[in-house]
């Protein structure tokens, strides 16, 4: 069992730097520099650069604290982002919650990232979301479940004595290049919680290196998951609620 993407896709924190330019909060070169951190250069189909791609977010969505107006699709195990789609992620971008949907999907081409945007029927096991407390709350005890189990059986992480130096270096790349300023503290914390579980995840699987506790680990995804796209959820919320 190992499905990275939805441990962890920078998609997350595109998500989160488009919302705040999208809602007046940074300035044109400071979300350029952000999402050259996060996926090189940034263009459309027909090759315009960044600036054309966040003309393209800000025409296709509308902040409201209402609903998700920018929110973040992951898919997972049994759930592909869409049928007709093969995309690790993907951003769904809305002017009012009852009428069409507009995708973004990144693609990564060559160091750089390609933008797709088209409209599209979202099925709605992709417009459901947790909130922050609830989410949360699945990845403690997704977590606590996982260690049982791996304690149970006396596994060691590969020999290593010290496993959270190997947590902690994992983070670094989670965590890289930061959150937007003034991000609400609940979805901080909720996607730190998901680094960590997602660091933990990506530690285990490369010390065990088997299939014996596939079901806790992928329960540990699912979580991190459901944590990820709730964060994003509850960001473009409050930021509509300011924006309003």
Not at 22 to 39: F, H, K, M, T
Request: aromatic letters at 8%.
């Amino acid at each position: 069992m190992h499905s990275p993407y939805y441990v962890y896709s920078p998609a997350q924190n595109i998500a989160l730097w488009v919302q705040q330019w999208v809602c007046g909060r940074l300035p044109l070169d400071e979300a350029i520099d952000a999402l050259a951190e996060l996926g090189g250069p940034h263009r459309l189909e027909d090759g315009s650069e960044i600036a054309y791609v966040l003309r393209e977010f800000r025409a296709h969505c509308t902040p409201s604290s209402r609903y998700p107006w920018l929110s973040l699709v992951l898919p997972g195990p049994g759930q592909a982002l869409l049928a007709h789609l093969d995309a690790p992620a993907a951003l769904v971008l809305r002017h009012d919650p009852a009428g069409s949907a507009t995708l973004a999907i990144p693609n990564n081409h060559r160091g750089a990232t390609q933008w797709e945007f088209s409209d599209s029927e979202v099925p709605m096991h992709l417009q459901s979301f947790l909130m922050p407390g609830d989410a949360d709350t699945q990845l403690r005890l997704a977590i606590d479940r996982a260690a049982n189990a791996i304690a149970a059986h006396g596994m060691a992480l590969d020999g290593v004595q010290q496993p959270r130096l190997r947590v902690g270096t994992l983070r670094d790349f989670y965590e890289t290049p930061g959150l937007p300023p003034e991000i609400p503290e609940r979805a901080a914390k909720l996607i730190a919680r998901a680094d960590y579980a997602s660091a933990i995840l990506e530690t285990v699987l490369s010390g065990i290196g088997e299939h014996r506790f596939d079901p806790e680990l992928l329960s540990i995804g699912n979580a991190i998951r459901d944590a990820r796209m709730a964060a994003v959820a509850y960001c473009a919320i409050e930021l509509g609620r300011e924006y309003a």
